[in-house]
């Protein structure tokens, strides 16, 4: 909005504003590089049990469980809107008073919260279920079998929960922002 | 922060931030009763089978299955908190300035928004295996046989899910009023 590039040294609230700025550069790296993992970790998951009949393979792929897939598009997505993300956080870091710009990343910042949040808790709830399986619905925990598959398709839920927490940190950060500058 | 209480008439911005205080106030009711409607409908999800064994009675209730306990609590959880974050809601109608309870109003809010959507994905997830089954893992559909406890567990879901549409407005009007303020 204002074409002027306010320099930290003579205004103390622009200067807190540009290092949350940095901050807020970091963390979105953090969170493409938790997301970007948790994409890949649980979309290279396949396991071959190392018996197998003549007709039947046991193979457990990621995909088996549609829930896993939509785990996978959604950390993907997210993924790729923090990569974009970043040119709007440079411009934060330049011109420390933008405030449109700011409104513009907490609506997408809080978007993209609620589609990996949901990707995430999908995920685990499924993980939950092959690890203990259900006695009342007749669902058998699979993880006995599959083991490496199950460890794997855990494992990669850590980046999505990490990345979580980096966007609640990431909307305080930006409320503060907004509130601080007047 | 400014003890002051500025009229509508006298600061259009404060009338227009006024404007947003109301409809936030009234999106907060809506979202209380869709996530009440919620956490009741699945709290009281219970349907037994009109055929019987000497020893079994086939029975579905909500916490056969975890993640539905889970449901009911984040959506209680959220429910509380909606109902304490009216006191903030109407200090913001009254004194339309205040900015500090606004990113407290956002931080909170963005959390339950996280809570919610983790119980309403986590429930979905189990809800479309209950529909559709899973024929790698062997896990049937059971609702071929609970017909009613599925409908009314799908049907719980809307409330959760209504109630996450309100909550990103809630803080994209919140952004927005602080933005607008100055």
């Known amino acids: ?10 205004n103390p609230k ?11 550069f970091f963390l979105r790296i953090v969170a493409i590089i938790a997301t970007l993992a948790s994409a890949i970790s649980m979309g290279t998951t396949d396991e071959s049990l190392p018996f197998f009949t ?3 393979r046991f193979r457990a792929k990621y995909n088996d469980l549609p829930t896993f897939t939509f785990f996978v598009v959604a950390n993907s997505i997210v993924s790729a809107y923090l990569v974009l993300s970043l040119a709007l956080s440079i411009s934060h870091i330049i011109r420390s008073g933008s405030r449109n710009s700011r409104v513009v ?15 995430a808790s999908a995920a685990a709830a499924i993980v939950y279920l092959a ?7 007749n669902w058998f925990a699979i993880c006995q079998q599959y083991n490496s598959f199950c460890e794997r398709t855990s494992g990669s839920l850590i980046g999505s929960f990490g990345a979580m927490v980096v966007f609640i940190l990431l909307i305080l950060m930006s409320a503060v922002s907004l509130s601080r500058r007047h």
Chains 1, 2 share one sequence.
């Open 1 to 10: 909005m204002a074409g002027i590039i306010q320099l930290g040294e003579k």
């Open 14 to 24: 622009a200067g807190v504003n540009r290092g949350v700025a940095v901050v807020d």
């Open 54 to 56: 003549q007709f039947i």
């Open 105 to 119: 990343l907490i609506i997408f910042d809080t978007a993209m919260l609620a589609l990996l949040t949901s990707g």
């Open 131 to 137: 690890h203990k399986g259900n006695t009342k619905t």
